[in-house]
């Protein structure tokens, strides 16, 4: 329904009276427009009420529900019949409210009736109470003395069976006659419970209690310790390690006897004593007596004493083999369940710190380090008698190979030792120690021969040939084996692979490996001696040839080998080409003495390449006594002679250097040194005549000399006869070779 339609539109004839209908055409009187003001407030109040407003919405709502129409009729009697309805509405509200004012009357009248009747109930409640009070508290007090009781009665029983032992059961751990069983265990895992809990009796008001029971519980642990450490002792005499099926008793008993470390130790001591006896009886069986193996009988080891390397091979690896299986079966017996056994040293060292060495020390038990020291008592006797018998085979052999060949032995068994029983153990220390006397032995050797070849000077000639001497090529030998032997060895490819890595040459220097004192002792004396015998030798010549084969021997032998030339390649190859200096020096001197070059060197001496150019006079040449034209025609004879053969005899100047390849490359820096000087010479002997006036074609070094040949045809007898005089006293036709020339001959 729409809002506008109540009023009438703006502008018909029933909306205004024909007063307002033109107001400018009359005047109006102040009634009339006072009316007039109101009206039009009026209007533009309502025009300017936003119908959008919830009011004016919910009003027209409620003029639309009530189906009003628009007439004028109906809009003066709207207003009162709306305050009609209010009215009707508020008087049935005041009736309303009239109802509940009667309610609430009568519900005041039964909130005082119930009033009353609480208070007389609360007075019958209180009486009661005062009534019943002394009986409550009696029957309070009552429960609490039962509930006390109780407790007690609990805590009386819990303390009775966690506290008190039966006879019977005590019987059991102290009785000789009773078995060791899980019934012992099992009394003593209690015994050894209430021991460890009386401590907090003690702690108690009354301590007279806990200290009974503590004394007793300690009498009957002490009692139990003992019998098991006598049945312990006892089943270890007849006990087999070889058995796999070692009894579980044993390893249990092991455990808790741990808890005491002084009877376990003590246990541990007559146990070592007793495989002590076993392993040595059963080596000494092993090198006398043959071993019945089915229908072939194995052969005792002193059946091959008479080769130390195999004797004594068969008995490290017979200590060897028995130390595995002594290890495996103590393992068994020891460790097989876990850390108990170190659990129980544990707190026996704790229970009884007097046991410790060290009052500082930790309370810690190493399992394997026990057993590899008790595997190592277990064999002090097989230790002992391998030492004795190592020594004495030692001693009485002299090849110092062999010997060495022992030394690798022990090496390797003593890194197998250390890992299996520990690097500290008796058997690691004991073939360190092996080893060390057997290369003292090696080394005793190697000194006693130095010895005997110094007293014999026939050994210490040089050889005609200047080759090695033969006590070097002897001692070399010897050192090949030795080095392949060192090779062989786990130890020598270690430190193959250390050496032949990626270091500098000042760190291969000072590289030290184990093969080094074999080194100083197999190899240095030796070469010692035979460097020194090339003081008998008259030429120095002779000496450095000599030298020079023994370094080079030398080399040659220990090159292959990289941890021998670690520390003894560089001093060599540094001697080397001092040699090589020497003998190139000797080869340059022979080819020019042979050549008659020396000659003109000489006396071009002080026309040496120091002197600047300025101060030379080349003029003085031709007077020298060298470069007389007979005297220079029979050096270039002499040069020409040479010349054809002159590499080949070179080469044999040199021929006892046992290095084909060093003497070529010797040979070839003497022959370059030799082009050198004689290019020297020949500057000379140039600048000589062109300082007389005596030119040189400039078609060649020689092309004057074809020009005097052929200049009686070409410059008439004038000019030949002036080439004729220059022929005469020209130094370059009497000395035709040139440098190119010598160096195709003598490449």
């Given at each position: 329904m729409a809002t506008g339609s109540y009023f009438p539109p703006s502008g018909t004839a029933s909306s205004l009276s024909p007063r307002t209908a033109s107001p400018a055409s009359s005047p109006l009187s102040p009634p009339l427009q006072q009316r007039s003001n109101a009206l039009s407030n009026r209007l533009t109040s309502v025009l300017s009420v936003s119908y959008a407003d919830s009011d004016i919405r919910d009003a027209l709502e409620t003029l639309s529900l009530r189906g009003v129409r628009n007439t004028a009729e109906v809009r003066r009697q709207l207003r009162l019949d709306v305050q009609k309805e209010v009215v009707d509405c508020n008087a049935e509200i005041v009736r309303d409210f009239g109802n509940v004012a009667e309610q609430l009357k009568r519900i005041g009248t039964v909130i005082s009736s119930l009033k009353e009747t609480c208070d007389e109930m609360r007075k019958h409640i209180v009486s009661a109470k005062q009534d019943t009070n002394p009986i409550l508290e009696e029957a309070s007090a009552l429960l609490s003395r039962k509930k006390e009781a109780e407790t007690k009665q609990h805590l009386l029983d819990a303390f009775t069976k966690h506290f008190i032992v039966s006879d019977d059961e005590l019987l059991v751990l102290a009785s000789a006659e009773e078995p060791i069983n899980d019934k012992f265990f099992d009394v003593l895992a209690r015994v050894r419970t209430v021991h460890r809990d009386c401590e907090a009796l003690l702690g108690a008001e009354n301590e007279r209690l806990g200290l009974e029971l503590m004394e007793k519980s300690s009498r009957s642990l002490n009692s139990a310790y003992q019998k098991l450490y006598r049945w312990i002792q006892k089943e270890f005499k007849s006990l087999n390690l070889e058995d796999p099926r070692i009894s579980?008793?044993?390893?249990?008993?092991?455990?808790?006897?741990?808890?005491?470390?002084?009877?376990?130790?003590?246990c541990l001591d007559f146990f070592a004593e007793a495989r002590d006896y076993v392993l040595s009886d059963s080596f000494h069986y092993a090198l006398t007596d043959a071993v019945s193996g089915g229908d072939n009988a194995v052969k005792p080891i002193e059946f091959s004493a008479h080769d130390p390397l195999r004797y004594i091979g068969d008995m490290l690896a017979w200590v060897h083999s028995t130390t595995v299986s002594e290890r495996e079966a103590l393992e068994a017996l020891f460790v097989a369940d876990g850390e108990e056994l170190a659990k129980g040293i544990q707190a026996g060292l704790s229970s009884e710190p007097w046991s410790r060495i060290n009052e500082d020390e930790a309370i810690s038990f190493d399992g394997q380090k026990a057993l590899s020291d008790l595997v190592s008592r277990d064999l002090i006797g097989v230790a002992r008698s391998l030492r004795q018998r190592v020594e004495l085979v030692i001693q009485g052999h002299d090849d110092p190979v062999t010997c060495y060949k022992v030394v690798n032995l022990l090496s390797f068994y003593q890194t197998t030792f250390a890992k299996l029983v520990g690097p500290h153990?008796?058997?690691?220390?004991?073939?360190?120690?092996?080893e060390k006397f057997t290369l003292n032995h090696f080394q005793t050797l190697m000194r006693d021969e130095v010895s005997k070849i110094s007293t014999d000077h026939s050994a210490l000639a040089p050889p005609e040939d200047l080759s090695a001497p033969q006590f070097l090529l002897d001692s070399l030998e010897v050192l090949t084996s030795l080095m392949k032997t060192h090779e062989a060895s786990l130890d020598g490819t270690q430190e193959q692979n250390a050496s032949s890595g990626s270091t500098t040459t000042g760190e291969q220097q000072a590289i030290e490996n184990k093969f080094t004192p074999v080194l100083h002792a197999a190899l240095d004396p030796f070469f010692n001696l035979a460097k020194a015998s090339a003081d008998e030798l008259p030429t120095s010549t002779a000496r450095a040839i000599y030298l020079t084969n023994i370094h080079i021997t030398t080399r040659l032998t220990i090159s292959p080998f990289p941890f021998a030339t670690a520390t003894h390649l560089q001093p060599i190859s540094t001697t080397l080409s001092a040699l090589r200096l020497t003998l190139l020096e000797i080869?340059?001197?022979?080819?020019?003495?042979?050549?008659?070059?020396?000659?003109?060197?000489?006396?071009?001496?002080?026309?040496?390449?120091?002197?600047?150019?300025?101060?030379?006079?080349?003029?003085?040449?031709?007077?020298?006594?060298?470069?007389?034209?007979?005297?220079?025609?029979?050096?270039?004879q002499q040069l020409d002679d040479f010349l054809p053969s002159a590499l080949m005899d070179a080469t044999e100047n040199l021929k006892r250097v046992q290095s084909a390849a060093f003497v070529k490359s010797v040979t070839e820096e003497a022959v370059e040194a030799f082009v050198r000087d004689f290019e020297f010479v020949e500057g000379m002997i140039l600048g000589a005549d062109e300082g007389r006036g005596v030119g040189v074609g400039v078609g060649g070094q020689i092309d004057g000399v074809d020009r005097d040949r052929d200049g009686g045809e070409e410059g008439g007898e004038d000019e030949g006869e002036k080439e004729g005089e220059e022929e005469e006293t020209s130094l370059r036709r009497l000395f035709p070779r040139t440098t190119g020339e010598i160096r195709v001959l003598l490449s």
């Open positions: 579980s008793t044993i390893r249990r008993a092991l455990r808790v006897l741990a808890e005491r470390p002084s009877l376990f130790h003590s153990s008796n058997l690691a220390e004991l073939l360190q120690a092996l080869q340059h001197k022979y080819l020019l003495k042979t050549s008659g070059l020396q000659t003109l060197l000489t006396a071009l001496a002080s026309f040496s390449s120091d002197t600047s150019v300025e101060k030379r006079d080349l003029s003085t040449v031709p007077t020298l006594p060298a470069f007389q034209p007979s005297s220079l025609i029979a050096t270039s």
